[in-house]
């Protein structure tokens, strides 16, 4: 008989609790609201079924959690909800988050009814509108104005390459109606649209152009069914704006599969566009070699010259020049940026180093000072760089027991434990954020340590981080599960440090929680990995429990060996693997060898790129919590060697392989 999971062992244990203490209620006692109940009344509202949540919600009168009941009843019938009650939800429950997020949801089935009245009269209450309800808001004014100028701040929403909601499209039709979108304003989000891969959300808007300039779908059709042989080719209409724009869309949609052969194309035809058109098509060109990890990216961009950028592609100049160690041309390339983006720690650090390289010592220490105090990859880096090591300075709070009493007892904190049993976890998120808003440093403090006393190691972590100047590293990089985690690293022989750092970035210590992907437990193993590692231990991957914290921990600590062992032993390049797979891993390598900071920050993957400087962070702050020597963040980097051709059979963890480049990862 297989073991039942811990979540299900808990819910069964729970209602057998409230069973029993139900048959225990004398004649005459009055049953309280019980956990059960509730637990019935969320799965009903799972399920969209609004006649059981109705039967169930008199039990639940007087519930810790009645609001939320009440939350689901009305929004499962929202569109035909008699107005009074909603507002009278919105008053009773203004201190809860449901509140704003009901009037949210209350807005925009007001908007898609045209229901302009109420709209206009709860609109003004709501914290903080997104995109959709901004749109029904310029619906609003356009329905009682039809006035361009009040719309004019919808104008921003349409510079996107991405889908907008449908209710954009009326507003966005009634801009172009009016003139307030102009034919360059539509050629412009094509080109945002192309560019960021929605390659039919751009056939829609090139709809949009007056007839004079407007390509035909079998123009677009063309392209986009061979956009390779139609750029080498070079068949478009030139001397139009049309056909320009047509060759740079076929040239965006070869450069995002294969820059070297968009490159070689392109240099056929740029001559034949005006300069900005050439600079710009000498850009994608650019922008797409760089993620592709191509060493002739950098000399591209130079091609590209003073074409205008935005923040992704002027972070991929620092990095094509990165790969190929130009460094007069990463200091040039940060210094380019706008002042506040080349703040960023990542641009401070490698605007110090090139300094460095180019012999500046006083400018680079300059920059090293004000970096290495920053708790991050590249402030442990700076601080390194100054011969200093790492040894991060706590200040605890010992929490008063009254002030944790006090604190414990605040209804909204009670909600939140509650919430937390009873599988409903991004709302006891939601209400913790309200929480700990506005404390100070000590009021975050002593919430931290109370999150972590009862088990939120998330909730703990996060909020300790939010401190400004008083720093508990103890609550920040905390060792639960240390028996599991430490025999886990042991029987593997890694460093605990590293798995820790692992377990920490990818589940904050949350035993259950189970990713978007379908990622599960301590060490967010995918279920085809836990099984593949099972066989190869010799363990029964028919009763995987992974959800256990011992058995996750075993099981991705033995996966984390294997591709540490596949790629050289550096961490680095482990936990990229990790993340985003040992063929992604290894295809990210250089032609040349790479210092493991470069190969981090050069990964094509936003997520993945994060997540590995983050892992290789967190190890430093738990090698100084665990006491263990001294390994400095330089040297777990290493050297990554040039790629080879080895192949791999284990499983990646992460996404689905694919070829880099690809739209989707588009930063």
Known sequence: MRAMPASLLRSFIARCAVALAA????????????????????DAFRAGDSERLERIAPQLKGHLLEAYVDYWRLRLKLDDADPQAVRAFLKLHADLPLADRLRGEWLKSLGRRQAWDLFAAEYPALAAPDVELACD????????????????????????GREQPESCQPVFAALLAQGALTARDVWARFRLAHEAGNFRLAARIAAELPSSERPSPREIQRIDQGARAVLAKGDFRWSSLTGRELALYALDRVAQADASAAHQA?????????????????????????????????AWYREAGDAAQNEAERAWRVRAALRVGAWSEVAHAIDAMPSEEALDPAWRYWKARALSVQGQDQDATRLYG??????????????????ANVMPISEPLAPEPAALAAFAARPAVQRVLKLSALDLRSEGQREWVSVVRGLSDEGLLLAAAFAQSNGLYDRSINTAELTRRRHDFGLRYPTPFEAEIDAAARDNGLDAALVYGLVRQESRFVTEIVSSSGAVGLMQLMPPTAR?????IGADDRSLKLTDPAGNARLGAYYLRYVMDKLDGLPVLAAAAYNAGPKRAQAWRGA??????????????????????????NAMYYQARLGLPYVALKDRLGVVAPRGAGGDAAPQNGPAESAPG????RE
């Open 23 to 42: 048959a225990c209620v004398g004649p005459g006692v009055e049953a309280q609201p019980s956990d059960l109940d509730f637990v019935a009344a969320r």
């Open 266 to 298: 392109w240099t056929r035809w740029a001559r034949r566009l005006p300069e900005a058109d050439r600079l710009y098509g000498h850009l994608l060109v650019a922008y797409h070699g760089a993620r592709q990890l191509l060493p002739e990216a950098s």
């Open 532 to 536: 593949w590692v099972a066989r190869r």
């Open 662 to 665: 690809i739209a989707a990862d």
């Open 592 to 617: 040349v060898p790479l210092e493991g900071a470069i190969y981090a920050e050069t990964i094509p993957f936003a997520e993945t790129r994060d997540y590995v400087k983050k892992v290789l962070a």
């Open 370 to 387: 004000g970096l290495a105090t920053d708790h991050s990859f590249y402030g442990l880096l700076a601080a390194e760089a100054l011969g």
């Open 137 to 160: 808001a310029a619906q609003l004014r356009l329905a009682h104005k039809n006035d361009a100028g009040d719309l004019s701040e919808v104008r921003r929403i349409w510079f996107s």
